[in-house]
Nanobody, 115 residues
């Protein structure tokens, strides 16, 4: 019912910046919250940041002060602005939406932080 298409990602140097985008289509107005998750090989997908329809925002401690999550007024796209990137931020990043009927996932995009 909700399709999520991601863009952005790539290779950046430590200390650099990168912005991820996630465009939602379908029942966009049924979405109560959206978020960004990341996963390294051999690990489970973990929450990075989330934002509710009311504007409440939460970040994992590892990215506080460096990452900013936001949504356009229409609810889409979703953004993740990543500043002062560190090698430990390297992962596949996924966007997520939550509605009353369930959740949807983007296709994932690789972010690599390396000199």
């Amino acid at each position: 019912q909700v399709d999520l298409v991601q863009s952005g990602g790539g290779l950046v140097q430590p200390g650099g910046s990168l912005t991820l985008s996630c465009a939602a289509s379908g029942s966009v107005f049924s979405i109560s919250s959206m978020g960004w998750y990341r996963r390294n090989p051999g690990t489970q997908r973990k929450l990075v940041a989330k934002i509710t329809s009311e504007g409440t925002i939460d970040y994992v401690d590892a990215v506080k002060g460096r990452f900013t999550i936001s949504r356009d007024k229409a609810g889409t796209p979703l953004y993740l602005q990543m500043n002062n990137l560190k090698p430990e931020d390297t992962a596949v990043y996924y966007c997520n939406s939550l509605s009353w009927w369930g959740e949807s996932w983007g296709q994932g995009t690789q972010v690599t932080v390396s000199s």
